[in-house]
């Protein structure tokens, strides 16, 4: 009985070492890529100064309306085979510009979408 005492205890203590151990070892990991992370920009914002450049902050450059019509063109490539026999409204080259009963709407003004990238 205390030998089983013993073990469970053991291993319950070498259990916890090693969960402590990887977290130690990925928190250390997390902080040496957040460390060099900071030195490459802090490297390109010294580069930037000494070359006279402005120094231009790291953006992801993407708009959800590229993904969105991306989707939209392949579905319209998928449904034109199908979709010869249906009405003008279904057809996705219509819809793609102006949308069924937009001519109805007069509470807001229309203007020209704005580009922000």
Not at 46 to 69: E, T, Y
Request: net charge positive; hydrophobic share 50%; aromatic share 10%.
């Amino acid at each position: 009985m205390v030998l089983n005492d013993f073990a469970a205890g053991l291993t319950r203590w070498l259990v916890r070492a090693v969960l402590f151990t990887a977290g130690v070892v990925l928190f250390l990991s997390l902080l040496a890529a957040a460390l060099l992370l900071g030195l490459v920009w802090a490297l390109r914002a010294l580069w930037a100064r000494l070359s006279g450049r402005p120094n231009v902050p790291w953006a992801m450059r993407f708009d959800p309306r590229d993904s969105w019509s991306a989707v939209y063109r392949t579905q319209a490539r998928k449904k034109a085979g199908h979709a010869s026999t249906a009405d003008d409204d279904s057809k996705p080259a219509r819809r793609m510009h102006v949308l069924p009963g937009a001519g109805e709407i007069v509470d807001v003004q229309p203007h020209a979408p704005r580009q922000t990238y």
